[in-house]
């Protein structure tokens, strides 16, 4: 059981480059989350997803897109980057079947340096 | 909408010293509560939560916290403080309707001096 799994760990991208981080999760859950942490920000939700086929925006959406044709995978696309998002990427699930008080599982993360 | 104040973005302690982070939260009816500790490179790990019942709440590696409701806030506590906890602390609020999402506080960073 690896729980929840992002690829790539670490990555640089120049200006206007594409790339797709890549979540995945065995533990069955309904729920999937990608959020971005910066410095002094906390984390900050972009997209999520209540269950397979279905995704919806978060709070700093404008630039990504996602996709979760999979119940197991998340993935987060960026289509052109920006310096902006530089940052460290977490995904995080949960079970989405016992309301408010579930634990979120987070991944390890992924560090995103765009020149 | 829900929001979460952590007052203090860094927190220095001696090893062996008591630890109190403050978390307090906006949000008109009883919010589910959480605590999460980041260590250094890694993701968020849930430390304790609560939803419900007695207010003090026992959590992993020696941490509890206590709702107050009153003041509206989720301080988290530990009776001494190893050099191993050295981290950044999340509180997190989620409210009972909706999609669940929750929200994150800016985060504490915890240094423990030895």
């Known amino acids: 059981n690896a729980g929840v799994t992002q690829t790539p760990k670490f990555r640089v991208l120049k200006t206007g480059q594409s790339m797709t981080l890549l979540c995945a999760q065995d533990m069955n859950h309904e729920y999937m989350y990608w959020y971005r942490q910066d410095p002094g920000m906390g984390l900050r939700l972009i997209h999520y997803?209540?269950?397979?086929?279905?995704?919806a925006k978060g709070e700093v959406p404008d630039g990504y897109n996602v996709s979760r044709l999979k119940k197991q995978n998340f993935l987060l696309g960026l289509e052109s980057a920006a310096p902006s998002q530089t940052s460290v990427y977490f995904c995080?699930?949960?079970?989405?079947?016992?309301?408010?008080?579930?634990?979120?599982?987070f991944g390890p993360g992924t560090r995103l340096l765009v020149l | 909408a829900q929001s979460v104040t952590q007052p203090d973005i860094h927190i220095t302690v001696s090893e062996g010293a008591s630890l109190e982070l403050r978390c307090n939260y906006s949000y008109g009816a009883t919010p589910y509560l959480f605590w999460y500790v980041q260590s250094p490179g890694q993701g968020l790990q849930l430390l304790l939560k609560y939803f419900s019942g007695d207010t003090l709440v026992q959590g992993i590696k020696g941490f509890e916290a206590e709702f107050k409701r009153s003041q509206s806030s989720f301080n988290l506590r530990k009776p001494s403080v190893h050099w191993s906890d050295a981290a950044e602390y999340f509180c997190?609020?989620?409210?009972?309707?909706?999609?669940?999402?929750?929200?994150f506080g800016r985060g504490t960073s915890l240094i423990v001096h030895p």
């Open positions: 995080a699930s949960r079970q989405g079947t016992s309301g408010a008080q579930e634990t979120q599982y």
């Open positions: 997803s209540v269950g397979e086929g279905t995704t």
């Open positions: 997190a609020v989620v409210t009972s309707g909706g999609s669940y999402i929750p929200t």
